[in-house]
């Protein structure tokens, strides 16, 4: 992707501050987080450029949401909560940031005539289903108000898609590890633990049996599959693992 105008939803987390750092050198960048999970540090370095902007705001604000999105060629919206235990105790917080703040986008991004929608979200849509690998065309089973907020947005992806003509592609992410990915936080999955525990000579917990499988994706591959999914003419749910 080069000399388009980008605006990242949730720029200054773990994925989006990842994507930023990609395009950062070929194109016009606008970042926009309230910092309630991102963090400055993650930017910092891209503040710096003249062709960034950072809009400190929530997705839950129409208007600056509408604002930062004037003349965007692509969108890449990250910003969520993205705890599943911070969904259970307060669900309508999640309703909120995830689908209402999603909806804000979409209306942003089909009144200032964006290209593409790229949706961040979640193998937690599927449960626990048994039938292993998880396809795109299972039927979703959410076990908590965040996945079930990140069904209602991929609905919300495909009905803009079909009434507005906006074309939107919702990124189904597997177990995402990689740099600026914080262990202490509660939705790190176990490869940043081990690490964390592994430089500090700590033991490495594994609860079970051990004969649990998880999928495992490196946030380089994820933010390779979002330009991929701005850059295509697919539209529609994918699967983003290893």
């Known amino acids: 992707m080069q000399d388009k105008r980008v605006a990242i939803t949730g720029g200054a987390g773990f994925i989006g501050s990842n994507i930023a750092e990609e395009l950062s050198p070929r194109n016009e960048l606008i970042i926009v987080d309230d910092l309630s999970t991102g963090r400055p540090e ?18 839950l604000d129409l208007a ?9 060629d692509y969108v890449f919206h990250l910003a969520a909560m993205a705890s599943v235990p911070q969904s259970i105790e307060d669900p309508l917080r999640a309703e909120q940031v995830n689908t209402l703040g999603t909806l804000h986008v979409l209306i942003a991004a089909r009144d200032s005539g964006v290209k593409k929608v790229v949706f961040s979200s979640s193998c937690a849509v599927y449960g626990d289903t048994p039938s292993l690998p998880a396809r795109e065309d299972m039927a979703p089973q959410p ?41 202490r936080s509660q939705y790190a999955a176990v490869v940043p633990k081990f690490i964390s525990r592994a430089l500090q000579g700590a033991p490495l917990t594994i609860f079970g049996d051990g004969q649990q499988t998880r999928d495992f994706v490196y946030v ?3 933010v390779a599959a979002n330009i991929a999914a701005a850059e295509s003419d697919a539209s529609g749910v994918f699967n983003i693992g290893s």
Not at 64 to 72: M, T
Not at 152 to 167: I, R, W
């Open 42 to 59: 993650n930017i910092a370095h891209l503040r710096r450029l003249p062709n960034v902007t950072f809009r400190q705001g929530s997705i």
């Open 143 to 183: 076990l908590s108000p965040y996945a079930v907020t990140k069904a209602a947005a991929e609905h919300y992806c495909s009905v803009f898609g079909h009434v507005y003509g906006l074309p939107a592609a919702a990124l189904r992410y597997f177990n995402v590890y990689g740099p600026r990915q914080d262990p």
């Open 64 to 72: 600056l949401v509408r604002d930062a999105l004037r003349g965007v």
């Open 220 to 222: 380089r591959d994820v």
